[in-house]
């Protein structure tokens, strides 16, 4: 099957087109791999002497991604692939396949598996079992490099304290580009709080990986996962928790069919206090290696006196309120203490509001409460508007995108695309809408063959080719990822952000970092002639809105590296302005072959 579009011709192959008829079933073996949490897979049907391969997968919906591996293909001179492959058991070369809230119901449950493809080793050459080995990559359990010693923080670092805003640490990286940037084992270092309780709420999980990230005197203090996974993969979970008792589990509420729960949040309880960490990333190694990831870290928070009122402790711009009611939305026992010890701590110094998405129909007034229309309620509210504001363009750049269907004014160009143009109380929305430019930044697949991971970047860029097919015409909204500002063009974005911005681009009039990608299951959508709304998911973000900082506009930061604690300058994560597909540039779509250039490793791309 192909498709013609202003973007190319997709293809694909005829063992990807029917995906669903697939003999190898997925097969568990945390004994072999204990760093494995949602699946493990044998690459053949006759036992092996190694290792087998462990994969990180996001939902259910994504499980059936590890029915199949493929086996190592090194590009060739010849036209010609065909016939070049050569069959070995892959030594751990494991696909992290990372956040994907895709409601198209046409892709959902069917399988896809791709890895790299690279030579063969010699037939002697024997696999050596490591203990305590790292979490498998897609490039195989010897692609992760040792950090450097001075790659993680021994001090307090410089960091940004006016917007708290962070980019994650890339491996590979010039220093300059990680100086202010943030690692998980800093976080959860000493240096922030001398920690006595967290909470991490995620999407995936590798909990033996996510243990070790703990320094060595916090490694035992009891942690509660919160998780979205029913069946086979929660079995998986639960098997994964066995060796650390100091680990229990929270399962999420997901009544509504293919809904995920995608926040990805830390709450962390200290002797000093009480922090919240909002953030893009999986609790997987993939996800703090190198890739484009952001998070909003709360100042620490004291304990209230004693005797303090129910009110005590907020913040202007209501964030312990809104807070308290997405905690209390997860109707969830094990979270009842956390939302005691919220309560008994000072959360008035935060400036930034909360929005998140939790599963369910709402009506009247509940419906402002989650996704799209709560953004819309605070951009409504807290904002002013800005003289020829319809020439501010709104920029989003997510990492994975849903169905919306053949017309753009079911939903992108029309609820959604209002949300988004929002600012102040204003009566101009039908014809303003169709004057305000909506830039959408999505890797193409040349960013994603010439990026640090090579193509299996693409593993956590999982927009469809089903999906795309069906609506060619968003691909005009397209821009590519570079981001030479802040030294990370080749690090893939796996972060939400969303914003509005000058027409020079050097003011922004809001900005948003969230775990909502581009979808109607992350941000909702309208039902009932506009009455009711569904959301399917739970999403968390936090808004930068000017006027809780006493200013009219940010001014974007043009160099945010390396990073100085008191500008005032916005460190948007990407270049402005955002470069526009040329004609010859693909959106990445990643079910389908890509084998007319190698990737940074010599690889190709073809998915089973």
Request: charged letters at 20%.
């Amino acid at each position: 099957m192909s498709q013609d579009s202003q973007h190319g011709k997709w293809t694909i192959s005829r063992r990807s087109s029917n995906i669903n008829n697939n003999s190898h079933q997925p097969k568990s073996s945390p004994a072999s791999t204990p760093e494995a949490v949602r699946t493990t897979v044998d690459i053949k049907p006759e036992p092996a002497k190694t290792p087998v391969s462990s994969l990180v997968i996001g939902s259910e919906a994504r499980q059936a991604a590890a029915m199949n591996q493929l086996n190592p293909v090194k590009l060739e001179s010849s036209p010609s692939l065909t016939g070049k492959r050569k069959k070995e058991v892959s030594e751990g070369s494991g696909w992290a396949l990372s956040d994907s809230d895709d409601d198209d119901e046409s892709v959902k449950g069917k399988s896809l598996s791709s890895v790299p493809k690279k030579a063969p080793p010699s037939p002697k050459a024997k696999k050596v079992k490591v203990e305590n080995e790292r979490p498998p990559s897609p490039h195989g359990r010897l692609y992760y490099i040792d950090e450097p010693e001075d790659f993680f923080e021994s001090s307090v670092p410089c960091l940004n304290d006016t917007y708290r805003f962070y980019l994650n640490k890339v491996t590979g990286l010039d220093k300059k580009y990680n100086s202010g940037a943030l690692h998980i084992r800093d976080i959860l270092s000493p240096l922030f709080g001398t920690l006595k309780e967290s909470v991490q709420f995620n999407y995936c999980f590798d909990i033996a990986w996510m243990v070790q990230q703990y320094p060595p005197e916090f490694r035992t203090r009891p942690v509660l996962i919160v998780h979205g996974d029913k069946r086979e993969a929660k079995a998986r979970l639960v098997q994964q928790t066995q060796p650390f008792p100091h680990v229990r589990l929270c399962q999420a509420k997901l009544d509504i069919a293919f809904g995920t729960h995608h926040t990805k949040m830390m709450l962390l309880w200290y002797e000093e206090g009480f922090r919240v960490i909002i953030l893009t990333s999986n609790l997987i190694r993939a996800d703090w290696y190198q890739k484009t990831q952001g998070m909003w870290m709360s100042p620490l928070f004291p304990r209230l006196p004693k005797g303090s009122g129910s009110s005590a402790g907020e913040s202007p711009t209501f964030f312990k309120r809104d807070l308290l009611e997405y905690l209390a939305s997860y109707r969830a026992p094990e979270l009842e203490e956390w939302i005691q010890r919220i309560k008994e701590h000072d959360l008035s110094e935060t400036r930034v509001y909360l929005i998140g998405s939790t599963p369910g129909r709402y009506v009247g007034s509940d419906m402002e409460r989650w996704g799209h229309l709560r953004l819309r309620k605070l951009l409504n509210e807290h904002t002013d508007p800005i003289p020829g504001d319809q020439s501010w363009p709104v920029i989003g750049q997510f990492s994975s995108i849903g169905s919306m269907g053949l017309d753009k004014t079911k939903w992108l160009a029309g609820e959604f695309q209002r949300t988004l143009t929002t600012l102040g109380k204003s009566s101009k929305r039908t014809e303003f809408l169709k004057r305000v430019d909506l830039l959408q930044l999505y890797p193409s697949v040349d960013d994603v063959r010439t990026s640090l991971e090579g193509y299996p970047a693409g593993g956590s860029l999982p927009y469809s080719i089903q999906t795309a097919q069906k609506q060619v015409w968003l691909h005009s909204y397209f821009h590519r990822w570079k981001a030479n500002t802040t030294g990370r063009t080749h690090a893939m974005p796996h972060i939400k952000t969303y914003m509005r911005v000058s027409p020079d681009f050097t003011q922004l009039a809001w900005f948003l970092i969230t775990s909502a990608n581009l979808s109607k299951a992350a941000w909702g959508a309208l039902e009932k002639n506009n009455t009711q709304v569904m959301v399917r998911s739970y999403e968390l973000g936090v808004l930068y809105l000017p006027t809780a900082f006493n200013m009219k506009t940010f001014p974007v930061h043009k160099n945010p590296f390396p990073v100085s604690s008191s500008s005032t300058g916005f460190p948007v994560p990407f270049d402005l302005p955002p470069t526009s597909y040329s004609a010859k540039d693909q959106p990445w779509i990643w079910n389908i072959p890509y084998t007319q250039a190698p990737d940074t490793h010599g690889n190709v791309w073809v998915p089973s």
